[in-house]
């Protein structure tokens, strides 16, 4: 069985996939400092809920972008998986072109979540990803990553307004039923939920008319669930977008099945 990992700067997720299909998830908020040995700890935990054993697993791939925590993750997969991990960006085929100026910079969820778009949908696609940063990323018809846009993440707006306004609380993020708020927290609410959903369509039209073709848009992160119905904007909301990618990645490059 396969473990996947992917490491986003707020969550990280670990997900196991049995050959057929992906069997149990689970995400941890990131912390570039925990060891080892404690995500050990806390994944023995959770699989023997499930009735699994980390003996059951034979294979592992790593997408990261928090570089600092590779060391860890890449040593809990030697050490209690006795397996040498796959890691997204080092050394490994992605079956894809990254058609930027500097290749090297495109972040590794960006580049997974380009494959598992394009195995799945036709033709030319935007994704957004909701994270702590908004990113929108182009993929041609052939499945080559374009370039695209990165924005602050909705949350991290929201903390911004609270931590540089005195008088502004700290709210969830909710989808008021106006835009036009009667208090603070309706005002601040509607700002970030529809100031988002402004930003989302602005980018998306202005990105469209740049390219010139038609294009599908898929949303995917922590957040996109938020926007669904709010806009017409995004036509697939795909929540395995990135598991895809990475099953997609280590098949090609390990031979196995998971």
């Given at each position: 069985?396969?473990?996947?990992?992917?490491?986003?700067?707020?969550?990280?997720?670990?997900?196991?996939?049995?050959?057929?299909?992906?069997?149990?998830?689970?995400?941890?908020?990131?912390?570039?400092?925990?060891?080892?040995?404690?995500?050990?700890?806390?994944?023995?935990?959770?699989?023997?809920?499930?009735?699994?054993?980390?003996?059951a697993l034979d294979g592992c791939i790593i997408s990261s972008?928090?570089?600092?925590?590779?060391?860890?993750?890449?040593n809990l997969s030697r050490r209690y998986l006795d397996v040498?991990?796959?890691?997204?960006?080092?050394?490994?085929?992605?079956?894809?072109?990254?058609?930027?100026?500097?290749?090297?910079?495109?972040?590794?969820?960006?580049?997974?979540?380009?494959?598992?778009?394009?195995?799945?949908?036709?033709?030319?696609?935007?994704?957004?990803?909701?994270?702590?940063?908004?990113?929108?990323?182009?993929?041609?018809?052939?499945?080559?990553?374009?370039?695209?846009?990165?924005?602050?993440?909705?949350?991290l707006s929201l903390q911004a307004l609270h931590e540089a306004?005195?008088?502004?609380?700290?709210?969830?993020?909710?989808?008021?039923?106006?835009?036009?708020?009667?208090?603070?927290?309706?005002?601040?609410?509607?700002?970030?939920?529809?100031?988002?959903?402004?930003?989302?369509?602005?980018?998306?039209?202005?990105?469209?008319?740049?390219?010139?073709?038609?294009?599908?848009?898929?949303?995917?992160?922590?957040?996109?669930?938020?926007?669904?119905?709010?806009?017409?904007?995004?036509?697939?909301?795909?929540?395995?977008?990135?598991?895809?990618?990475?099953?997609?990645?280590?098949?090609?490059?390990?031979?196995?099945?998971?």
């Amino acid at each position: 069985m396969l473990l996947a990992i992917e490491q986003g700067n707020t969550n990280t997720l670990f997900a196991v996939h049995d050959g057929e299909h992906w069997i149990a998830q689970w995400r941890t908020a990131t912390a570039a400092s925990r060891t080892a040995d404690e995500y050990a700890v806390w994944l023995t935990q959770l699989l023997s809920m499930r009735g699994l054993d980390l003996k059951a697993l034979d294979g592992c791939i790593i997408s990261s972008v928090v570089p600092q925590s590779i060391f860890n993750l890449r040593n809990l997969s030697r050490r209690y998986l006795d397996v040498e991990p796959m890691v997204i960006g080092q050394n490994v085929d992605l079956g894809m072109e990254a058609r930027i100026e500097k290749p090297s910079e495109a972040g590794a969820d960006r580049l997974v979540n380009a494959i598992g778009a394009h195995l799945k949908y036709p033709g030319d696609l935007i994704v957004i990803d909701s994270g702590t940063a908004t990113t929108f990323d182009v993929i041609a018809a052939d499945g080559a990553f374009e370039g695209g846009v990165i924005a602050p993440g909705i949350n991290l707006s929201l903390q911004a307004l609270h931590e540089a306004a005195a008088m502004l609380p700290r709210i969830a993020i909710q989808r008021p039923d106006r835009v036009i708020g009667k208090d603070t927290v309706t005002n601040m609410q509607a700002g970030v939920f529809w100031g988002y959903i402004s930003l989302i369509e602005g980018l998306v039209e202005r990105i469209k008319a740049e390219w010139g073709k038609p294009m599908t848009v898929i949303g995917t992160g922590g957040v996109a669930s938020l926007f669904e119905g709010a806009t017409d904007h995004i036509d697939h909301f795909d929540p395995d977008l990135t598991l895809r990618g990475l099953l997609d990645v280590w098949r090609r490059n390990s031979g196995k099945t998971a």
